[in-house]
């Protein structure tokens, strides 16, 4: 079955960075779309960014757009989330998820959390 690990957070200051990890088993990961989610205390979880099976393509949330950068590795089964310029908006647990526009599995790892303060 499709299993999810997600690893790299931490706590940054505002204008720091991370890079986020997300460790893909269970499927053929050379042939799916990733993306990542976050979940804010309190909020919806929100669609983050995302990139197509072979990396051609990409998308970004308007909040992140410039700051963040989603890139995969085939060979690894992996998939990463360069974050830079962090802002205290950005602190939430961070997920992993197959699809483009929708989370293909109602299957959420532990995710990692992102803590932005100063």
């Known amino acids: 079955q499709v299993h999810l690990v997600e690893s790299g957070g931490g706590l940054v200051q505002p204008g720091g960075s991370l890079r986020l990890t997300c460790a893909a088993s269970?499927?053929?990961?050379?042939?799916?779309?990733m993306s990542w989610y976050r979940q804010a205390p309190g909020k919806e979880r929100e669609l983050v960014a995302a990139?197509?099976?072979?990396?051609?393509?990409?998308k970004y949330a308007d909040s992140v757009k410039g700051r963040f950068t989603i890139s995969r590795d085939n060979a690894k089964n992996t998939v990463y989330l360069q974050m830079n310029s962090l802002k205290p908006e950005d602190t939430a647990v961070y997920y992993c998820?197959?699809?483009?526009?929708?989370?293909?599995?109602?299957?959420w790892g532990q995710g990692t959390q992102v803590t932005v303060s100063s």
């Open positions: 990139i197509n099976s072979y990396g051609g393509s990409t």
């Open positions: 269970g499927f053929t990961f050379n042939i799916y779309a």
């Open positions: 998820n197959v699809g483009w526009a929708s989370p293909l599995y109602h299957y």
